[in-house]
Nanobody, 116 residues
Framework: QVQLVESGGGLVQAGGSLRLSCAASGIISNINTMGWHREAPGKQRELVATISSRGTTNYAGSVKGRFTVSRDSAKNTVFLQMYSLKPDDTAVYYC??????????WGQGTQVTVSS
């Protein structure tokens, strides 16, 4: 069993910054990717950013250049540094982890609200 605990969400004004963190615990081995998805009201859940065990990153076009995903492999922790936040970034952000076996897990989510 794997547990993902997110932190760092909150309310910020447009143009501001936030940093999300997610720590994975439990049976952690053979990680493929860690990252973040988000779900905004009335919209489908979408990928925000992922980082592989080799450090390869992948970003949604809407956040490229503004968000940075990173990880501390020793602590099984992934971060999302968000700059130049926009009201359209308002969503529940979910930490995600996938394994080489194909299994994946989601965190409980953390709310990010960007006011205009």
């Amino acid at each position: 069993q794997v547990q993902l605990v997110e932190s760092g969400g909150g309310l910020v004004q447009a143009g501001g910054s936030l940093r999300l963190s997610c720590a994975a615990s439990g049976i952690i081995s053979n990680i493929n990717t860690m990252g973040w998805h988000r779900e905004a009201p009335g919209k489908q859940r979408e990928l925000v950013a992922t980082i592989s065990s080799r450090g390869t990153t992948n970003y949604a076009g809407s956040v490229k250049g503004r968000f940075t995903v990173s990880r501390d492999s020793a602590k099984n922790t992934v971060f999302l540094q968000m700059y130049s936040l926009k009201p359209d970034d308002t969503a529940v952000y979910y930490c995600t982890i996938s394994f080489l076996s194909g299994r994946g897990y989601w965190g409980q989510g953390t709310q990010v609200t960007v006011s205009s």
